[in-house]
């Protein structure tokens, strides 16, 4: 079945860096385009960027400029480099997979964004 599974979170201090991983299985990983979304406390859960099938990427909001989005055909995985964090990055991170039209998401990890 469709597994996905997300790390690299963790504490880190605002301005720092971070990347995260999400290993995908049970499914054609180069056949689908790949999202990570996060989701603060209080708060919905909100799509940052997309990765497609032809690498092509996309960018939302608080994302763009400092986020980047890339994918691992081989070792199937999307990763998520996350640039000048702050307090407002603090959040739990998740991807995304629409399979057969339905949504599969990971547990998720959480980032802390605190000096």
């Known amino acids: 079945q469709v597994q996905l599974v997300e790390s690299g979170g963790g504490l880190v201090q605002p301005g720092g860096s971070l990347r995260l991983s999400c290993a995908a299985s049970g499914f054609t990983f180069t056949d689908y385009n790949m999202h990570w979304y996060r989701q603060a406390p209080g708060k919905e859960r909100e799509l940052l960027a997309t990765i497609t099938t032809g690498d092509s990427t996309y960018y939302r909001g608080s994302a763009k400029d400092r986020f980047t989005i890339s994918r691992d055909n081989v070792q199937k995985t999307v990763y998520l480099q996350m640039n000048s964090v702050n307090p407002d990055d603090t959040a739990v991170y998740y991807c995304?997979?629409?399979?057969?039209?339905?949504?599969?998401w990971g547990k998720g990890t959480l980032v802390t964004v605190s000096s």
């Open positions: 995304n997979v629409v399979w057969r039209g339905k949504d599969y």
